[in-house]
């Protein structure tokens, strides 16, 4: 759950920090409507499910010590491992 | 102190006799003053009946999800909206995730997978997996795929699968409200092939699924009849999109009682601390937990959920004056 960088498919990485999520990646509702702090806090212990960016639902596995998160649109996000 | 205590001290501490089903329900309504007494009794029965070891365990999921099976907790279940998706971990991934595992210093992984049991790719998956992982990492490898045949059976024990996990999740009589694809009985009758085969039997369940104290009662005195090696006990964990999605999660001191309880149950086995801890217990909970008769843990992540960092448990154990449990003691 640190800093998290996106793997595009080219196999390019670039950081999501800054980018605005349109997406909430737990719940999948929109990011700007609603309150995601429980969300966040649930974050916490379990990783992304939903694209921030545009709300697929991601192929998520999750290991020991690290958890990856794909969107066949906008790549795979990881925790630090 | 509550008779009951008196009792258990005798009884369970000194003979090595657990508790019956009366005597676990009697602990589970202990006020909460006496909680701290309960907790004391089970931590003395543990280092009596199992020493002062830690048995360190990591776990992955090799087939996340998409599974047909309805159990209500179950972010797995490809019957409820979960925003969790089917996903197979490939054989390097596996390796990795045994890697990791063996880093902490744990002596047990578990390869677990979201069916109702195994089929034939899954144990093709297995073979190859298990084959890489003993090639590769110096662990003992243990599985969790469901209802499984005598022939399936059979397999794990040849590829040296040495310890099957088949949770029975909760007691009999609760359990047709929370699984209606499959009955308490059928998960017996595959815990009984495990045990028959030579492989040591892990079984354990989940707390907080909307059973009642005599329920929970029932529960550890059906594990006790069953007499697991290790029993790993969860605390529900509520999951988004499931039916149990809402309930609320286990108060701490419940949680605790339980942990109790469930010890004076089964003064030898291993009692795991599996999912859930950390929402339910936190870090002062955990503390109490493994000084109230728990003598196991899952570090890392869980399956689809994080666990906090295995350093976090190695310390405390550390700090607890409690050795991790050594390969060479678990062969
Ligand atoms: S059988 Fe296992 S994976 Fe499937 S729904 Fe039940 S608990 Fe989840
Ligand atoms: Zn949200
Ligand atoms: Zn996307």
Redesign the interface.
Same mark, same amino acid.
């Given at each position: 759950m640190t800093a998290k960088t996106v793997e595009s498919d080219a196999g390019t990485t670039r950081t999501v920090e800054g980018e605005a999520a349109l997406w909430c990646d737990r719940c999948g509702e929109r990011a700007a409507e609603g309150d995601h702090a429980a969300c966040a806090a649930a974050r916490e212990l379990e990783p992304p499910r939903y694209c921030p960016a545009c709300r697929r639902r991601m192929k998520v596995q999750v290991l020991p010590a690290g958890w990856s998160a794909a969107c066949v649109e906008h790549g795979t996000v990881r925790s630090g491992y | 102190m509550p008779e009951i205590l008196d009792i258990a001290r005798a009884q369970v501490l000194e003979r090595g006799t657990g508790l019956d089903e009366a005597g676990v329900l009697a602990v589970l309504r202990l006020p909460d003053e006496h909680v701290p007494d309960a907790l004391q009794l089970a931590h003395e029965v543990r280092m009596r009946w199992c020493g002062p070891e830690v048995e360190v365990e &990591?776990? /992955?999921?090799l087939k996340?999800g998409g599974c047909p099976e309805d159990c209500h907790f179950c972010s797995q279940s490809g019957l409820f909206t979960s925003? /969790?998706?089917s /996903?197979w @971990?490939d054989i390097p991934?596996l390796v990795?995730?045994a890697k990791?595992?063996a880093?902490?210093g744990a002596t047990e992984f578990c390869i677990v997978a979201a069916v109702r049991g195994p089929d034939e790719r899954l144990m093709k998956q297995m073979r190859e997996g298990v084959a890489a992982i003993k090639a590769e990492v110096d662990i003992q490898v243990a599985a969790s795929l469901g209802m499984l045949s005598q022939e399936q059976v059979d397999e794990l024990v040849e590829m040296g699968v040495h310890r099957y996990n088949h949770n029975l999740e909760t007691s009999r009589t609760y359990f047709p409200n929370v699984v209606t694809t499959h009955s308490w009985e059928e998960r017996w009758d595959t815990l009984r092939m495990v045990r028959d085969s030579g492989m040591e039997v892990c079984c354990g369940g989940i707390l907080g699924l909307g059973e009642t104290v005599e329920q929970r009662a029932e529960f550890a005195a059906q594990l006790a009849e069953l007499d697991p090696h290790e029993v790993p006990l969860n605390f529900l964990n509520p999951r988004?999109g499931t039916p149990l999605g809402d309930r609320p999660v286990v108060e701490g001191k419940d949680a605790l009682r339980a942990i109790a309880a469930f010890r004076l149950a089964m003064p030898r086995t291993i009692l795991r601390y599996a999912g859930g801890r950390?929402?339910t217990l936190g870090d002062l909970g955990t503390r109490d937990g493994l000084l109230g008769g728990i003598n196991a843990v899952i570090? &890392?992540?869980? @399956?689809?959920? @994080? &666990?906090r960092p295995?350093s976090a448990d190695l310390e405390l154990l550390d700090d607890l004056k409690m050795p991790v449990k050594a390969l060479s003691a678990t062969l």
């Open positions: - | &990591g776990i /992955v999921s996340t925003p /969790v998706r /996903v @971990l991934s990795e995730a990791q595992t880093a902490t988004p950390e929402i570090v &890392g992540n869980y @399956l689809t959920t @994080l &666990g295995a």
